[in-house]
């Protein structure tokens, strides 16, 4: 079964332009996660589509949003684009099959590697 | 509300000594608990997970953890250290809504 798979891999943007990542779970998953790493804010949640509807959401400004198609793709979106923006962008997608969405695992993909100039 | 914090920033073990990587969770209430490792430029692979059956989790590469509800703690653990662990290693908290909050991360260096 293939993993999580992320595109593109690396980003080079410029202050001021607007980006979007995608991500494609494993199939099957209907849940798809979006988080934020960097070495000084660490691990940061963004936000959670689970069938198509956003189900939760991080901290981050209204510049960050996301969706999900009906096949469980996702993407998201950073508008505006700042340098604190360059980070590392992490999918995780879960088969959220149980009535207690807290045992299900979460798998990553590798990340976008997004750097704004 | 949830948190995680993870002890220790930074284990530092020889080759073929134990591993303990510790981690406090903090939640309202039964969490399931997870540890992942990650490997530089590489993306989270989990290593072990608990859902409130057996406190005792076995994950791969020999490691495990044990929950222990009394002192809120999941300390991840291995008998003998091997140079392919040397990584950061994350204790992740999952609420009933599925919200995951980490933890800041441990990076364990293992010497030869």
């Known amino acids: 079964k293939a993993g999580v798979t992320q595109t593109p891999r690396y980003l080079i943007k410029t202050r001021g332009q607007q980006v979007t990542l995608s991500c494609s779970p494993i199939?099957?998953?209907?849940?798809v996660s979006w988080y934020q790493q960097t070495p000084g804010q660490g691990l940061q949640f963004l936000f959670e589509?689970?069938?198509?509807?956003?189900?939760n959401k991080g901290n981050f400004p209204g510049r960050f949003s996301g969706r999900q198609f009906s096949n469980s793709r996702s993407e998201m979106n950073v508008s505006t684009l700042e340098l604190g923006d360059s980070a590392l962008y992490l999918c995780?997608?879960?088969?959220?099959?149980?009535?207690?969405?807290?045992?299900?695992?979460?798998?990553f993909g590798p990340g976008t590697r997004l750097t704004v100039l | 509300a949830q948190s995680v914090t993870q002890l220790d920033s930074h284990v530092s073990v020889s080759e073929g000594t134990p591993v303990l990587l510790r981690c406090n969770y903090s939640?309202?209430?039964?969490?399931?608990l997870f540890w992942y490792v990650q490997h530089p430029n590489k993306g989270l692979q989990l290593l072990l997970k608990y859902t409130s059956a057996a406190t005792l989790v076995k994950g791969i590469n020999g490691f495990e953890a044990e929950f222990k509800k009394s002192e809120t703690s999941f300390h991840l653990t291995k008998p003998s250290a091997h140079m392919s662990d040397a990584a950061e290693y994350f204790c992740?908290?999952?609420?009933?809504?599925?919200?995951?909050?980490f933890g800041d991360g441990t990076t364990l260096t293992v010497k030869p």
């Open positions: 995780a997608s879960s088969l959220d099959v149980t009535s207690v969405s807290s045992y299900n695992e979460q798998f």
């Open positions: 939640s309202s209430y039964s969490p399931s």
């Open positions: 992740v908290v999952r609420g009933n809504a599925g919200k995951s909050t």
């Open positions: 199939s099957g998953h209907r849940s």
């Open positions: 589509y689970f069938s198509e509807t956003q189900r």
